[in-house]
């Protein structure tokens, strides 16, 4: 297979879908939430006879309690942003002073996909 032809092709494909980007992602806000609801929607249409809990946390940072409160392995997210900010990496940010952070630790979202999992197969 020659790469040319294989190349333009893929990036015909994808000028294509550039193209057509507010068409397909229509009402959701960014491609994020669309894959998303895609995820969801195949499910929902393939596993319709399972026992399904679809769980959907906000930002996940680290734990409230279990194992051990503050416990993380990594610094994504919200977790690098405040780790940024403690060491005096980030001295100033831009935002609302009525902005509440929209954050969940993840020892609660753990609890909560069990609870989750319980409730789905008990209905």
């Known amino acids: 297979m020659k790469q040319e032809p294989f190349v333009n092709g893929v990036t015909r494909g994808v000028l294509s879908v550039h193209c057509n980007y507010a068409r397909i992602i229509d009402t959701w806000p960014n491609t994020y939430t669309f894959t998303k609801a895609i995820a969801e929607n195949i499910i929902r249409k393939t596993a319709s006879d399972l026992p399904i809990a679809i769980v959907r946390p906000s930002q996940v940072t680290g734990t409230l309690k279990e194992p051990v409160c503050g ?7 919200p977790n690098g942003a405040a780790a940024g900010y403690f060491a005096g990496l980030l001295r100033t940010g831009v935002s609302h ?3 509440k952070l929209n954050i969940i630790p993840v020892d609660m979202v753990a609890n909560c996909i069990i609870a989750a999992a319980f409730g789905a197969t008990t209905r």
């Open 97 to 99: 002073a009525e902005t």
């Open 71 to 77: 416990w993380i392995d990594n610094v994504n997210g």
